[in-house]
């Protein structure tokens, strides 16, 4: 299946808002009706192309294998202003990054036939602080997340209390020897240089979103199983409410760094650490977050 990656923009809190848009180039117009949309937000100093390129263009594969159409936006001066309350560009002007989410949702509703009922979110390190606040801000506009390389800040932490009423099924992914953002909490920086604060733990993180669920029995940790059964050893997984609609679930991948772990492209593993052959985000997002599409 061949997909087309095109420029877009739409006008979002008095802003020129800009994005790359990926679909199939399927010839059969009729099958377009009620389309997921797949929204992935970049990290620090990305764009959406960048991003897309760094991942491997794993994401596509949710265009290439399904009719989903894949968003990736841009941020303002390649910054987001999500859960962090800290002074980057963003921020600091008062960027409406929720509002330019829920502009582009509707946008796409209009010319792409995507539901509401099947929006999904992914961002990745700077990216997965934008959908943290998503899922505290606009949660019932929420089919599904998944948060790679991210934590929560714990300024953020104290401020939002849980609220089971806006249930969202969650993923995590994440590396024990990120050196950007600690799989054990504290103070996230590039290297210890433009520090962004306080941030909890990789594990805190995704009980806290269980808490958020409402799902209160303990977790489960087991060792990774692909589709076909088989053992990654690499990655273990924590559940939270496996046996519920919105589970949250922590994927922990020993050894890995701040990546996106793909089959395409590993980029610069001695400044982002290792990422892991053994696990590709997009399967796991679509196997666990677009169940119906895959």
């Given at each position: 299946?061949?997909?087309?990656?095109?420029?877009?923009?739409?006008?979002?809190?008095?802003?020129?808002?800009?994005?790359?848009?990926?679909?199939?180039?399927?010839?059969?117009?009729?099958?377009?009706?009620?389309?997921?949309?797949?929204?992935?937000?970049?990290?620090?100093?990305?764009?959406?192309?960048?991003?897309?390129?760094?991942?491997?263009?794993?994401?596509?594969?949710?265009?290439?294998?399904?009719?989903?159409?894949?968003?990736?936006?841009?941020?303002?001066?390649?910054?987001?202003?999500?859960?962090?309350?800290?002074?980057?560009?963003?921020?600091?002007?008062?960027?409406?990054?929720?509002?330019?989410?829920?502009?582009?949702?509707?946008?796409?509703?209009?010319?792409?036939?995507?539901v509401?009922?099947?929006?999904?979110?992914?961002?990745?390190?700077?990216?997965?602080?934008?959908?943290?606040?998503?899922?505290?801000?606009?949660?019932?506009?929420?089919?599904?997340?998944?948060i790679?390389?991210?934590?929560?800040?714990?300024?953020?932490?104290?401020?939002?209390?849980p609220?089971?009423?806006?249930a969202?099924?969650?993923?995590?992914?994440?590396?024990?020897?990120d050196?950007?953002?600690?799989?054990?909490?504290?103070?996230?920086?590039?290297r210890?240089?433009?520090?962004?604060?306080?941030?909890?733990?990789?594990?805190?993180?995704?009980?806290?979103?269980?808490?958020?669920n409402g799902?209160?029995?303990?977790?489960?940790?087991?060792?990774?199983?692909?589709?076909?059964?088989s053992?990654?050893?690499?990655?273990?997984t924590?559940?939270?409410?496996?046996?519920?609609?919105?589970?949250?679930?922590?994927?922990?991948?020993?050894?890995?760094?701040?990546?996106?772990p793909?089959?395409?492209?590993?980029?610069?593993?001695?400044?982002?650490?290792?990422?892991?052959?053994?696990?590709?985000?997009?399967d796991?997002?679509?196997?666990?977050?677009?169940?119906?599409?895959?």
């Amino acid at each position: 299946m061949i997909v087309r990656a095109l420029p877009g923009a739409l006008e979002a809190g008095g802003l020129t808002r800009t994005y790359v848009q990926v679909s199939a180039d399927r010839r059969d117009r009729s099958a377009r009706s009620g389309r997921p949309l797949v929204v992935v937000f970049h990290g620090t100093g990305q764009t959406g192309r960048s991003v897309r390129r760094f991942s491997g263009r794993s994401f596509d594969t949710f265009a290439a294998g399904t009719d989903a159409v894949v968003v990736y936006p841009d941020g303002y001066r390649r910054d987001w202003n999500g859960a962090r309350d800290i002074g980057t560009p963003a921020r600091r002007r008062g960027i409406d990054d929720v509002g330019f989410f829920t502009d582009l949702v509707e946008a796409m509703a209009t010319t792409h036939a995507t539901v509401q009922e099947r929006v999904y979110v992914i961002g990745f390190s700077l990216g997965g602080q934008m959908v943290m606040r998503l899922l505290h801000e606009v949660p019932k506009r929420l089919a599904g997340a998944a948060i790679i390389s991210s934590t929560l800040p714990a300024a953020y932490w104290s401020q939002t209390p849980p609220s089971a009423d806006t249930a969202v099924p969650v993923l995590l992914f994440h590396g024990t020897a990120d050196p950007l953002a600690p799989y054990d909490g504290g103070v996230v920086s590039v290297r210890g240089l433009f520090p962004r604060g306080l941030h909890r733990s990789a594990e805190e993180t995704a009980a806290y979103y269980a808490a958020r669920n409402g799902i209160t029995a303990p977790p489960v940790t087991e060792p990774l199983h692909h589709a076909d059964g088989s053992e990654v050893t690499t990655v273990t997984t924590t559940t939270y409410g496996g046996d519920s609609t919105t589970p949250v679930t922590l994927f922990t991948v020993h050894g890995g760094g701040h990546q996106i772990p793909n089959p395409a492209h590993t980029p610069m593993p001695w400044f982002w650490g290792r990422s892991c052959p053994d696990l590709v985000c997009a399967d796991l997002i679509g196997r666990h977050l677009l169940p119906a599409t895959r």
